[in-house]
Protein backbone atom coordinates (compact mmCIF):
# COMPACT_ATOMS: atom_id res chain seq x y z
CA UNK A 1 0.00 0.00 0.00
CA UNK A 2 1.86 3.27 -1.05
CA UNK A 3 2.04 6.03 1.40
CA UNK A 4 0.52 8.57 -0.94
CA UNK A 5 -2.45 6.77 -1.89
CA UNK A 6 -6.10 7.83 -0.75
CA UNK A 7 -6.77 3.91 0.30
CA UNK A 8 -3.64 4.52 2.63
CA UNK A 9 -4.79 8.10 3.62
CA UNK A 10 -7.96 6.72 4.30
CA UNK A 11 -6.99 3.85 7.46
CA UNK A 12 -4.46 6.07 8.51
CA UNK A 13 -7.41 8.83 9.49
CA UNK A 14 -9.19 5.19 11.13
CA UNK A 15 -6.53 4.54 12.95
CA UNK A 16 -6.03 7.81 14.40
CA UNK A 17 -9.85 8.68 15.13
CA UNK A 18 -10.31 5.78 16.95
CA UNK A 19 -7.37 5.72 18.93
CA UNK A 20 -8.92 9.23 20.71
CA UNK A 21 -11.43 6.56 22.03
CA UNK A 22 -10.94 3.67 24.80
CA UNK A 23 -12.28 0.24 23.97
CA UNK A 24 -12.76 -2.22 26.30
CA UNK A 25 -12.91 -5.39 24.84
CA UNK A 26 -13.11 -8.95 26.36
CA UNK A 27 -12.78 -11.88 24.28
CA UNK A 28 -14.94 -14.68 25.69
CA UNK A 29 -17.64 -17.28 25.00
CA UNK A 30 -19.52 -14.35 26.92
CA UNK A 31 -18.64 -11.16 27.58
CA UNK A 32 -20.44 -7.83 29.55
CA UNK A 33 -20.48 -4.40 28.12
CA UNK A 34 -21.21 -1.22 30.01
CA UNK A 35 -22.72 1.91 29.25
CA UNK A 36 -23.38 5.15 31.11
CA UNK A 37 -26.18 4.69 33.51
CA UNK A 38 -28.75 7.88 34.10
CA UNK A 39 -29.30 8.86 37.79
CA UNK A 40 -32.19 10.98 37.12
CA UNK A 41 -32.86 12.02 40.71
CA UNK A 42 -32.24 8.65 42.29
CA UNK A 43 -29.92 9.74 44.98
CA UNK A 44 -31.95 13.22 45.81
CA UNK A 45 -35.33 11.71 45.95
CA UNK A 46 -34.18 8.18 47.44
CA UNK A 47 -35.75 6.07 44.73
CA UNK A 48 -33.71 2.01 45.07
CA UNK A 49 -31.67 1.63 42.00
CA UNK A 50 -33.62 -1.42 39.88
CA UNK A 51 -31.73 -4.23 38.09
CA UNK A 52 -33.25 -6.56 35.53
CA UNK A 53 -32.10 -9.78 34.48
CA UNK A 54 -33.52 -11.40 31.41
CA UNK A 55 -33.01 -14.82 31.22
CA UNK A 56 -33.44 -17.14 27.79
CA UNK A 57 -36.34 -19.84 29.63
CA UNK A 58 -34.60 -22.58 28.46
CA UNK A 59 -31.59 -21.57 30.51
CA UNK A 60 -33.89 -20.59 33.36
CA UNK A 61 -35.75 -24.03 33.72
CA UNK A 62 -32.27 -25.99 33.97
CA UNK A 63 -29.62 -26.69 36.00
CA UNK A 64 -28.06 -23.42 35.63
CA UNK A 65 -31.22 -21.91 37.68
CA UNK A 66 -29.07 -22.03 41.41
CA UNK A 67 -26.36 -20.14 39.64
CA UNK A 68 -28.41 -17.16 38.07
CA UNK A 69 -30.00 -16.66 41.74
CA UNK A 70 -26.98 -17.10 43.23
CA UNK A 71 -25.28 -14.09 41.07
CA UNK A 72 -29.03 -12.24 41.57
CA UNK A 73 -28.01 -12.17 45.18
CA UNK A 74 -24.28 -11.25 44.45
CA UNK A 75 -25.56 -8.19 42.21
CA UNK A 76 -28.86 -7.22 45.05
CA UNK A 77 -25.46 -7.11 47.64
CA UNK A 78 -22.60 -5.53 45.41
CA UNK A 79 -24.85 -2.83 44.09
CA UNK A 80 -26.79 -2.68 46.24
CA UNK A 81 -29.89 -2.55 44.00
CA UNK A 82 -33.44 -4.12 43.68
CA UNK A 83 -33.27 -7.00 41.40
CA UNK A 84 -36.08 -8.81 39.51
CA UNK A 85 -35.64 -11.97 37.05
CA UNK A 86 -37.76 -12.47 34.20
CA UNK A 87 -38.17 -15.77 32.20
CA UNK A 88 -37.94 -15.24 28.84
CA UNK A 89 -38.95 -17.61 26.00
CA UNK A 90 -36.94 -17.47 22.73
CA UNK A 91 -40.20 -16.25 20.23
CA UNK A 92 -40.91 -13.42 22.74
CA UNK A 93 -42.05 -9.93 21.22
CA UNK A 94 -38.58 -7.58 21.63
CA UNK A 95 -41.56 -4.61 21.92
CA UNK A 96 -43.16 -6.17 24.51
CA UNK A 97 -39.89 -6.35 26.19
CA UNK A 98 -38.89 -2.61 25.13
CA UNK A 99 -42.02 -1.26 26.64
CA UNK A 100 -41.48 -3.95 29.92
CA UNK A 101 -38.27 -2.23 30.46
CA UNK A 102 -39.36 1.45 29.73
CA UNK A 103 -42.36 0.55 32.30
CA UNK A 104 -39.32 -0.45 35.17
CA UNK A 105 -37.52 3.14 34.12
CA UNK A 106 -40.38 5.33 34.02
CA UNK A 107 -42.53 3.89 37.06
CA UNK A 108 -40.60 1.18 38.71
CA UNK A 109 -41.45 -2.22 39.21
CA UNK A 110 -44.56 -1.77 41.96
CA UNK A 111 -45.58 1.23 39.39
CA UNK A 112 -45.12 3.38 42.14
CA UNK A 113 -41.73 5.14 41.02
CA UNK A 114 -40.24 3.63 44.52
CA UNK A 115 -37.86 2.08 42.44
CA UNK A 116 -36.24 3.57 38.57
CA UNK A 117 -34.67 0.94 36.34
CA UNK A 118 -30.62 1.37 36.40
CA UNK A 119 -29.36 -1.43 34.30
CA UNK A 120 -30.43 -4.83 31.95
CA UNK A 121 -28.74 -8.32 31.84
CA UNK A 122 -29.47 -10.67 29.22
CA UNK A 123 -28.85 -14.08 29.88
CA UNK A 124 -28.53 -16.67 26.96
CA UNK A 125 -30.07 -15.69 23.39
CA UNK A 126 -32.44 -13.05 24.60
CA UNK A 127 -34.43 -11.65 21.35
CA UNK A 128 -32.89 -8.60 20.38
CA UNK A 129 -35.07 -5.84 18.26
CA UNK A 130 -34.34 -5.61 14.63
CA UNK A 131 -33.24 -1.54 13.89
CA UNK A 132 -33.88 0.66 10.74
CA UNK A 133 -30.97 2.84 9.85
CA UNK A 134 -31.66 4.08 6.23
CA UNK A 135 -32.49 0.85 5.55
CA UNK A 136 -30.46 -1.10 6.93
CA UNK A 137 -31.30 -3.35 8.97
CA UNK A 138 -29.17 -5.36 11.84
CA UNK A 139 -30.23 -6.52 15.43
CA UNK A 140 -29.09 -4.30 18.44
CA UNK A 141 -30.23 -4.32 21.80
CA UNK A 142 -29.63 -0.55 21.76
CA UNK A 143 -33.63 0.07 22.00
CA UNK A 144 -33.04 -1.74 25.36
CA UNK A 145 -31.55 0.83 27.19
CA UNK A 146 -32.55 3.76 24.95
CA UNK A 147 -35.80 4.71 26.94
CA UNK A 148 -36.17 8.49 26.85
CA UNK A 149 -36.18 10.45 23.98
CA UNK A 150 -35.55 7.73 21.82
CA UNK A 151 -33.39 7.13 18.33
CA UNK A 152 -34.85 4.45 17.44
CA UNK A 153 -38.92 4.35 17.46
CA UNK A 154 -41.24 1.64 17.26
CA UNK A 155 -42.90 1.48 13.69
CA UNK A 156 -45.88 -0.13 13.19
CA UNK A 157 -45.87 -0.96 10.02
CA UNK A 158 -42.59 -2.01 9.26
CA UNK A 159 -42.80 -3.81 12.57
CA UNK A 160 -39.17 -2.77 13.56
CA UNK A 161 -37.50 0.42 15.66
CA UNK A 162 -36.93 2.99 12.57
CA UNK A 163 -34.10 5.34 13.22
CA UNK A 164 -34.95 9.04 13.46
CA UNK A 165 -33.56 11.71 12.01
CA UNK A 166 -32.10 14.54 14.60
CA UNK A 167 -31.81 12.36 17.48
CA UNK A 168 -28.14 11.15 19.53
CA UNK A 169 -27.40 7.98 21.08
CA UNK A 170 -27.89 8.73 24.83
CA UNK A 171 -29.02 5.15 26.91
CA UNK A 172 -30.39 5.99 30.07
CA UNK A 173 -29.06 2.56 31.77
CA UNK A 174 -26.16 0.27 31.55
CA UNK A 175 -26.61 -3.21 30.22
CA UNK A 176 -24.88 -6.26 30.26
CA UNK A 177 -25.02 -9.75 28.31
CA UNK A 178 -23.79 -13.36 29.35
CA UNK A 179 -23.67 -15.34 26.58
CA UNK A 180 -22.41 -18.75 25.61
CA UNK A 181 -21.56 -19.64 21.80
CA UNK A 182 -22.09 -23.09 21.95
CA UNK A 183 -24.23 -24.49 20.03
CA UNK A 184 -26.13 -27.36 22.55
CA UNK A 185 -27.96 -26.27 25.42
CA UNK A 186 -26.02 -28.60 27.62
CA UNK A 187 -22.75 -27.02 26.75
CA UNK A 188 -24.46 -23.83 27.32
CA UNK A 189 -25.41 -24.36 30.51
CA UNK A 190 -22.12 -26.19 31.56
CA UNK A 191 -19.71 -23.13 30.07
CA UNK A 192 -22.13 -20.93 31.94
CA UNK A 193 -22.01 -22.53 35.10
CA UNK A 194 -17.88 -22.42 34.77
CA UNK A 195 -18.69 -18.98 34.56
CA UNK A 196 -21.06 -18.00 37.31
CA UNK A 197 -18.91 -20.17 39.91
CA UNK A 198 -16.13 -17.54 39.34
CA UNK A 199 -18.21 -14.56 39.07
CA UNK A 200 -19.39 -15.55 42.27
CA UNK A 201 -15.56 -16.21 43.83
CA UNK A 202 -15.25 -12.52 42.88
CA UNK A 203 -17.70 -11.48 45.07
CA UNK A 204 -17.20 -13.71 47.50
CA UNK A 205 -13.91 -12.24 47.56
CA UNK A 206 -12.26 -15.84 46.91
CA UNK A 207 -11.11 -14.97 43.80
CA UNK A 208 -8.61 -11.87 43.24
CA UNK A 209 -6.91 -10.21 40.57
CA UNK A 210 -3.91 -8.00 40.46
CA UNK A 211 -4.76 -4.13 41.07
CA UNK A 212 -6.24 -2.89 37.90
CA UNK A 213 -8.84 -0.09 37.17
CA UNK A 214 -10.57 1.02 34.61
CA UNK A 215 -12.02 4.69 34.96
CA UNK A 216 -14.24 6.62 32.97
CA UNK A 217 -15.74 9.94 33.75
CA UNK A 218 -17.79 9.92 31.16
CA UNK A 219 -19.67 12.78 31.71
CA UNK A 220 -16.35 14.92 31.79
CA UNK A 221 -15.11 13.58 28.37
CA UNK A 222 -18.56 14.76 27.05
CA UNK A 223 -17.95 18.10 28.20
CA UNK A 224 -14.30 18.94 26.99
CA UNK A 225 -14.60 17.02 23.47
CA UNK A 226 -15.20 19.03 20.86
CA UNK A 227 -18.52 19.31 18.89
CA UNK A 228 -17.04 19.08 15.19
CA UNK A 229 -15.10 16.20 16.66
CA UNK A 230 -18.01 13.88 18.77
CA UNK A 231 -19.73 15.07 14.93
CA UNK A 232 -17.25 13.44 12.61
CA UNK A 233 -16.86 10.83 15.25
CA UNK A 234 -20.50 9.71 14.90
CA UNK A 235 -20.64 10.22 11.25
CA UNK A 236 -17.76 7.18 11.23
CA UNK A 237 -19.65 5.57 13.58
CA UNK A 238 -22.50 5.24 11.20
CA UNK A 239 -20.77 4.30 8.44
CA UNK A 240 -19.10 1.31 10.91
CA UNK A 241 -20.66 -2.23 7.86
CA UNK A 242 -19.46 0.52 4.97
CA UNK A 243 -15.83 0.96 6.49
CA UNK A 244 -15.90 -2.63 7.45
CA UNK A 245 -16.60 -4.32 3.88
CA UNK A 246 -15.05 -1.86 2.11
CA UNK A 247 -18.02 -0.52 0.45
CA UNK A 248 -16.38 3.10 -0.48
CA UNK A 249 -17.95 5.34 -2.75
CA UNK A 250 -17.69 9.07 -3.69
CA UNK A 251 -20.79 9.57 -1.18
CA UNK A 252 -18.99 8.06 1.67
CA UNK A 253 -15.62 9.35 1.05
CA UNK A 254 -17.26 12.97 1.12
CA UNK A 255 -19.08 12.21 4.42
CA UNK A 256 -16.04 10.78 6.22
CA UNK A 257 -13.59 13.78 5.05
CA UNK A 258 -16.21 16.72 3.68
CA UNK A 259 -12.71 19.11 3.39
CA UNK A 260 -11.74 16.52 0.41
CA UNK A 261 -14.62 17.82 -1.27
CA UNK A 262 -14.21 21.73 -0.51
Known amino acids: MKKGSPYFRICLRLKRLLCAFLI ?23 VEPLVAVLVE ?25 H ?11 PLEIYEGLKHFYLSGVESDEKTQLQGVVLVGDV ?38 EGHFMKPEIWH ?14 KELEA ?6 KVHSEDRTYSPRVFLA ?6 KVIPEEFAKQ ?16 SAELLEDLFPEWSK
Open 127 to 164: PLPVIDKDGVLYPSVFPYIDLEDEVYQWDQAENRFVYR
Open 195 to 200: YFVENH
Open 57 to 81: AELAGSSLRSHIDRYIEDVRESLPA
Open 83 to 93: VVSVSIPKDAS
Open 217 to 222: DLEAQR
Open 176 to 189: GVIKSALPALKDQV
Open 233 to 248: YRTWIEHADDIVYHRW
Open 24 to 46: LFIQAPYAVFYVEAATRETVKNK
